[in-house]
């Protein structure tokens, strides 16, 4: 199971979106982490560290809640 979830996280990394809108451009991967913002044609290397920063502090805590909740995903799907 634990080796599925590293190619999942893998996979998921590969996958990448841009949206350009108003003088802004981000790209974020499919694993939920910003790679790069653009603002106005200035890259905002600081700013994409800051949110990124923010993303995994709140998915530990999330993750510590599903825990405390019934076992994570587990419980969400049934099994523990």
Excluded: H, P, S, W
């Amino acid at each position: 199971m634990r080796q599925q979830a590293k190619e999942l996280q893998k996979e998921l990394e590969v996958i990448k979106e841009t949206v350009e809108e108003d003088g802004f451009k981000v790209t974020v991967t499919g694993d939920q982490k910003i790679i790069y913002i653009e603002q106005n044609g200035v890259e905002q290397k600081k700013l994409t560290e800051v949110i990124n920063k923010a993303i995994k502090n709140v998915q530990k805590k999330a993750a510590k809640k599903m825990m405390e909740m019934g076992g994570g995903l587990g419980g969400l799907l049934g099994g523990n």
